[in-house]
Structure formats: C-alpha cells, structure tokens
C-alpha cells in the first residue's frame, strides 16, 4: 500500500475541528501502531452530538431567517410607537401585545426545530453510521432534543431581549418581576413542545412537522375552547367543575407568557377567541404539568430511539 | 464462548410480526479470523449484522463482541469499526469534519484523529476531498468515507456489509488491498458480500445463510474440499511439444492419481494433494525447459459450493 511505502514522515498542518490546526508529523509506523484510546462518557459524547446538530443547523438557511424574524416584534413596537405618538400603556403590556405572537412562533419553531431531528437521521441514512459507533442511543437522543430546546429558547430569548428592550426605553421601566413570570413560563413552554415535537417526530416514519404543530397549537387548545363553549351554552355547574381542569392543560404555557406581562389576546386560537384565558389561571400548577408533560414526552421520544430497529 | 472469540452469536432470531428474518442462527468469528458472511438476497445477513452491531433488537438470543454483551453497546463496540447498509455520512460535513466527530465518539484526542484522518484518507484516496463537502461526492467517494471511518480507531474487529458496492473496480481492488494489510495487522474481519472472489480472496472461513440459518461454518479450503473427494484437475500447457519423460516425471508427482494428454501441448492432472505438492508439480513443469504457457486449476470452488448449497433460491 502507498503509506507503508511511504518513507519520510509528514510533517505539515492538518485542519481539524478545533480553532488550533494539529501537526501531523507520525511515521508510517506510528500512524499504524494500536491506536489507544477510552470510549468517551455518556454525558461527553451527548455534548458531542449537542455541538453536531449545532453545527447542522448553522446549515439550514431557514435558521437565519427565523432569527432574523426573531427581532420583528421589537421593529414593529418602536415602529407603532413612531406613527402613534399619543400611547399611554404600560411598557409591559406594550411588549406583551407585540409579542402577541408567542404561541404561533413557540409551537412552529419547536415543530421545526425538534420534529424532524430524528426521522432525517433515519431518511438520510446517517443513523446508520451514528448508532453503529459505540455510543449510547440516550445520548444521541438527548444531544439532539437539547440542540432543537437551545434553538427554540435563543429564538424566543432574542425576540423577549429586544422587544423587552425598546419597550423599557420608549415606555419606561416595567414593575414587578413580570419579566421573570413570562420568561419562566416561556422556557418551560419551549421544553414542553419541543418535548413533544421529538416524541412526535421519533415516533413517526415521515419527516412531519406539522403534525406537533397542529396537535399543540390548533388540536388541543381547540378541544378547550369547544369545551368552554359548551360550558357557556349549557351553564351547567357540574360541567364547569370538570372543564375548568382543562384550563390547566399546559399547551396554554405560550398564552400564559403574555397575559403575565397584561396583555389578554395572544394570537393564538385560544387567545384569539378569548375563552380560556378569561377567567383567572394559577400559573404554578400549568408550570408543573408542562414540566411533567414535557419529562414524560422526552422519556417517550428516547424509549422510541433506543428501541428503533433500523 | 472462548477468549479467542471475537464475535460470537447464540441462537440469534428475529422476527418481524409472523416474518422470521433471522431462526436460530448461531455463529463465532474467533480473534484475528477473517470471515465471510455468505446467502442469497434475503436470507438473513443484514439482519445479522445489523444485531452484531446492535442496530437491531434481536427477538432472543445472545450477542458478545469481544465478551461483551452487545446490549452494552458503547462499551461492546468500542473497539469495533463497521459500515452496514450503505450509510451516509452528513451531506455538509467535510471527509475531515466528519471523521473528527467520529473520532471525538470514540474518545481519540485530536492529534490522533487529525493523524488516523489522514491515515485513512490517504489509504482511501480520499486526501485531496478532505475538505470538499461530502453533498457532492459520488457514490463510490462516500463509501470510501464511509469506510474510512470504520478503520479510523484503528479498531480490533471490522464489520463490513458489502463494503465494495458502489465503487469502480479499481476501488475494489484498492478496498481489497486495504483489508487485505489488516489481516497482517491481526485484526478481525466479518464481511457480507455477493462478490465470492472477495472472500476468496480475503477470507479464511465462511458461514453460509440460509433462510436465516447458518448452514456451513468453516474454514473456506476445508469446505471446498469436500465438494472435491475426486481432487481437482490441473491443466498444464507448455510452448514446446510435450515429451514423454516430462510426462512421465508429472505422473509420478505426489498427489498426481491420473493423467491425460491433450494434443501435444496440453496435459490433464487428476490431482488431490496438499499446497506444497501443487507447487511441486507447477515448479517442475517451470523448469521442464518446455516453455511453460499456463497452469489452470478446475474444480470445485466457493462459487460452485454456493450454487451447491443456495439451489432452488430465486435471485441471488
């Protein structure tokens, strides 16, 4: 072969995935001496697959566009504040209205971001190669779910920063720690659809991304408000009893994200129609049952992954 | 199961609802062993690979890479390098990009990642696309980084599934060469392929499937044999006229049973002997000073012992 043939060793700089470039200066002995080496914890080769997605969504053009779309609630509040000069709201409920958006923009970038993860691995044949190295398939499930939550909350980070930003500067400073409830009940929203988004996405054989889409933004909070509409319909007390536990189902965390900062109407189906956010919600309970929701979809979408047989 | 076990397989089966792809299969590939895993098209190999490397949950059964039980995974195949299947690697990556997150899996530190990268690459001839992204490669190109991966960690046991399929034949050859180096390097290989010349040529010992059952384990020469109680025949054709002594001294070569002169420049040898005697006889017809043109052996072979054992298959 044409390295045992090879008679002075290499010495030149070799690219590798580190800022530093490596010298490679082995003789073809050393290059073919047993190579030594200690397969990597679970947590480290997690990390490992964290960065590689990472670096796969630096690839898709639709990130940028989405990031950049991220700041379109901050252009658009300085922008209404330039052409109506006479406004009065609070700066909390001002970056409330212009983040109206909320649950339309959680539930498509969770979808987008966590759906397709694990079913391109498989319709690409990358998962072919990945799960034959000697990893454990919870790490590469959880690197990849962690890479699709880091997406959805910079997203969302960034759009809260900047409209928080030139709300506080056009309107004055907020009160309270509405900004603190919001961005709880924001975090917890991103992991709960994008726990089930990977679940969804791991359970299905298509790369569907509308599907966590529609079942958390139109399916179930639509079953809500058909629910409260009866409830408003009949006025049956013991039928109030039972629906006002639907008002805890967590799909509502987005809708909940705005109306803590005042503003009643996200834009959203439930928001819209106004049915369930009308009455008062205890926000602690909803942020526990999103947090159990999304620890139960999560565990879900990797018992999927570790028993996929490819 | 023997410390001198490299992969050992007890009573695979897997079934997919009433379909059993793989019955009861039981199979050791033994440490620096080069073995070739042989069937028709559907008869099981895949799936048997693809539990070997724990790509599959087999219904029962036990899998042990190096005494390891497979469904320890990470630790099961940590010394182990395989392509199944005609995977890809990441479209957007670079052939070095890709083999450093590959590298970082398997734990080598940087400098050995960027000195096998190279390594590998080279072997592959794959250097000079090192940093092109792999979107654009061939079919041929990303099976060459595809198995430039498996032998990154320079691992202990090799598992390819037809690791040839989609190169030019000088590919071949070159993959051939590169597996070939490996058995002097006391690694272990398991290979699936349709191409008998390949196993031939690299394999020591081949198991047979079957409808997802192993029918023939063993070493290639022995099994071959056994298709030959006659033994073979040789065919030796010399530039010059034939002579009587020459033949005389073929016929009484150890191992020589029967002869036949075909014309004046051929003659038939009914042989069955050892390897030694074989190269006897074909030295002696060298230096006969008759202007040796051609040794032909015929008999039977890993082809005819496949068609023997597969009849009755439809494609295979």
Known sequence: MKLME???????????????????????????????????????????????EMYLYTKEAGVYITLIMAFIPAIALYAYSVLLTDITDPSDYMM???????????????????????????????????????????????????SGLTLCIAFMFLAYISTYLVATALFGPMEGDVLGMSLAYLVMSCFMYCATSFALGAMTTRMNVMLPFMLLFIAIPGIVMIANLAVVLT?????????????????????????????GSPLSPSGLF??????????????????????????????MIKRKDL | ????????????????????????????VRKGEFMGLLGPNGAGKSTTLKAIT???????????????????????????????????????????????????????????TAIRSRDVLEELKMWEWKDKKIAGFSKGMKQRVVISQALLSNPQIIILDEPTSGLDPRGMVEIRNILAELKK?????????????????????????????????GQVSKLVEGLNPEGITLEIKVMDRLTEDFITDLSGCAGVTDYQRLGDHVVKLRFKGTSEQQAEIIDMAYNSGLRLLSVNEMGANLEMLYMDLTEGEGAS
Request: proline letters at 5%.
């Open chain 1, 6 to 52: 090879r008679e002075n060793p290499v010495e030149e700089p070799v690219q590798t995935e580190s800022c530093e470039p490596v010298v490679y200066s082995a003789s073809d002995e050393e290059a073919h001496r047993n190579t030594d080496y200690t397969v990597p914890s679970g947590l480290s080769q997690m990390f490992t697959f964290y960065m590689n």
């Open chain 1, 96 to 146: 409330g209205m212009f983040l109206a958006l909320t649950p339309f923009m959680v539930a498509l970038i969770a979808s987008n971001a966590c759906a397709k993860q694990v079913n391109r691995e498989y319709k690409e044949r990358t998962a072919y190669m990945n799960l034959a190295l000697p990893i454990s398939r919870i790490s590469f499930a959880l690197g990849k779910f962690l």
């Open chain 1, 235 to 263: 006025g049956e007390p013991m039928i109030l009893d039972i629906i006002s536990y639907l008002y805890l189902i967590p799909t509502s965390l987005p809708d909940l994200a705005v109306k803590v900062l005042g503003y």
């Open chain 1, 274 to 303: 106004g049915f369930m956010l009308s009455g008062e919600i205890d926000g602690g309970p909803v942020l526990a049952l999103g947090a159990l929701w999304g620890i139960a979809f999560l565990v879900l979408g990797i018992l």
């Open chain 2, 1 to 28: 199961m023997t410390d001198e076990s490299a992969i050992q397989v007890s009573n695979l089966v897997k079934k997919y609802g009433d379909f059993t792809a793989v019955s009861d299969l039981s199979m050791e």
């Open chain 2, 54 to 112: 724990g790509l599959l949950t087999p219904t029962s059964g036990e899998i042990r890479i190096q005494g390891i039980d497979i469904k320890d995974h990470r630790n099961a195949m940590a010394h182990v390098g395989c392509v199944i299947e005609t995977p890809e690697p990441y479209g957007d990556f670079t052939p070095l990009r890709y083999l450093a997150f590959v590298g970082r899996l398997y734990g080598l530190d940087k400098e050995e």
């Open chain 2, 185 to 217: 390097r006391d690694r272990t290989l398991l290979i699936s392929t349709h191409i008998l010349r390949e196993v031939e040529e690299l394999c020591g010992s081949v198991t047979m499937i079957r409808e997802g059952t192993a029918i023939v384990s």
